[in-house]
Nanobody
Framework: VQLQASGGGLVQAGGSLRLSCAAS????????MGWFRQAPGKEREFVAT????????YYTNSVKGRFTISRDNAKNTVYLQMNSLKPEDTAVYYC?????????????WGKGTQVTVSS
């Protein structure tokens, strides 16, 4: 599975962005998918995950109620809708294929997309 994230950019606090992660490969729909982020000087951290069917999602506490992960298996794409953005959401965001919330447990990674939230 090859992954390519897009949709990042510069937004003011309180604004919204939608990230997309396009996947190649027939096995995309077999994988749970996740979003992680890495801020400068910090470790990569879990943001959200979604089951292979899309029926189950899980979020880190800091984004609950603001971010929504979804997927369209017909389009081999996973999304992260980010609302009410805060400066502390600034990071490079990565999509990954694999089970769980640990970065070490992911099987495939895409290149990141930069999200910058200005105050």
């Amino acid at each position: 599975v090859q992954l390519q994230a897009s949709g990042g950019g510069l937004v003011q606090a309180g604004g919204s962005l939608r990230l997309s992660c396009a996947a190649s490969g027939r096995t995309f729909r077999e994988y749970p998918m996740g979003w992680f982020r890495q801020a400068p000087g910090k470790e990569r951290e879990f943001v959200a995950t979604i089951s292979w069917s899309g029926g189950s999602t899980y979020y880190t506490n800091s984004v609950k109620g603001r971010f929504t992960i979804s997927r369209d298996n017909a389009k081999n794409t996973v999304y992260l809708q980010m609302n009410s953005l805060k400066p502390e959401d600034t990071a490079v965001y990565y999509c990954a294929a694999g089970l769980g919330v640990e970065a070490d447990g992911m099987d495939y990674w895409g290149k990141g997309t930069q999200v910058t939230v200005s105050s």
